[in-house]
């Protein structure tokens, strides 16, 4: 008899989708917590840098399935992170980015979360927000305010740091790779004057009372916004924790609204947002997730995508039951219940610089 399947969400996922997962996780926290479902069978609910992240660091001993997947012109199209498939008005993280980093001689290469195993497993390690401003700020203090670290991917998040370390450590350098380009869409494109005009009217309201917070990942204008009110930045597991270890009752939240979805249930604090969508998280909704199940409790996968390619496309695609593939216009097929897996060679690599994380 299989494995019972075990459904983990993302904390991006929404409400709905978390309420039926038996684990919702931020980003470092599936990486930190991967070893306990060495032997498991995962039904996994976010994007795929995250799956492949849960099956690199169980040392490949885990089955990982999607609920759906998108295939668009015979390329792996969702549930991707843009900053890693081009989907909107962001650039991409690419392998050549790493060879870009190397000609500068920094002293460490440090890919970020979001970018894929391939390209984890050429950097020394792997950052969040939060782990890469730790890592600058050992080198700095090791070596009198100086020294120089390139990190490939978002850019906010690079700034974000830069931002933080310059007044103390103004000789230090942050170099971020691709110079600008590539950014989170959702975050990026967030009204920063109607936020701001949000947390003006609930100041009025709640004074002292309200909190502030958001990802690391928000465009400049919220940024120093943030910075001016002693708003929090971090990444998804931060920004649940945070308003519920502060003795604050009234939260704005700048994040996608899944965050936002999970502190509202957990908490009965005064949560606000200005609900702010990811595409690709929300491509993962609860009857794709229940269809997916009921495959794979009856049955085997309906394809496998075997990550061996250290550039894009990445992904090799074997499709096992044609009957369940769904044609969906523009060059589009939507495929249910697919099982995910990792070159030996990347995934120990990718797991080597992951465990920067631990």
């Known amino acids: 008899m299989a494995e019972p399947l075990v459904i983990i969400s993302h904390n991006y996922q929404d409400g709905p989708t978390q309420e039926i997962s038996d684990f919702v996780y931020g980003t470092t926290a599936i990486v930190r917590n991967a070893p306990r479902f060495k032997k498991k069978r995962v039904l996994f609910c976010g994007v795929l840098y995250m799956a492949e992240d849960l099956y690199n660091m169980a040392d490949g001993e885990v089955e990982v399935f999607i609920p759906e997947i998108t295939i668009r012109d015979g390329v792996i199209d969702k549930p991707r992170c843009p900053m890693i498939k081009k989907q909107r008005d962001t650039d991409i993280v690419i392998i050549n980015h790493v060879e870009e980093a190397r000609k500068l001689d920094p002293d460490l290469i440090l890919a970020y979360i979001n970018t894929p195993s391939s390209i984890k497993a050429e950097c020394d390690g792997v950052y969040n927000g939060t782990v890469g401003l730790k890592v600058a700020e050992k080198i700095a203090k090791e070596r009198d305010g100086k020294g120089r670290v390139a990190f490939i991917g978002d850019v906010n998040v690079n700034n974000w740091m830069r931002d933080v370390l310059q007044p103390q450590y103004p000789g230090f350098e942050v170099i971020s790779i691709p110079t600008n380009d590539v950014f989170c869409p959702s975050h990026v ?3 920063a004057d109607f936020f701001i005009e949000t947390y003006n009217e609930l100041e009025k309201l709640h004074g002292e009372d309200l909190g502030l917070e958001m990802h690391a990942e928000v ?12 708003a929090y930045f971090g990444g998804t597991g931060g920004l649940v924790r945070t308003p519920k270890e502060s003795d604050k009752k009234t939260w704005l939240v700048g994040t996608v609204e899944g965050v936002v979805d999970r502190l509202k249930r957990e908490t009965d604090l005064n949560i606000y947002s200005i609900n702010m969508r990811c595409p690709n998280m929300s491509y993962t909704t609860v009857p794709k997730v229940q269809k997916a199940r009921a495959i794979l409790e009856t049955g085997g996968p309906i394809a496998d995508i075997k990550y061996t390619l250290r ?16 044609l969906a216009g523009e060059g589009r097929t939507r495929i249910p219940a697919v099982r995910l897996s990792v070159s030996e060679d990347i995934s120990e690599e990718a797991k080597r610089a992951l465990s920067t994380l631990l």
């Open 219 to 230: 465009d400049t204008p919220l940024r120093k916004f943030g910075f001016e009110r002693n």
């Open 189 to 191: 494109n967030v009204p």
């Open 311 to 326: 550039d894009e496309p990445y992904y090799e695609i074997e499709i096992h039951e044609e009957e369940h593939v769904q």
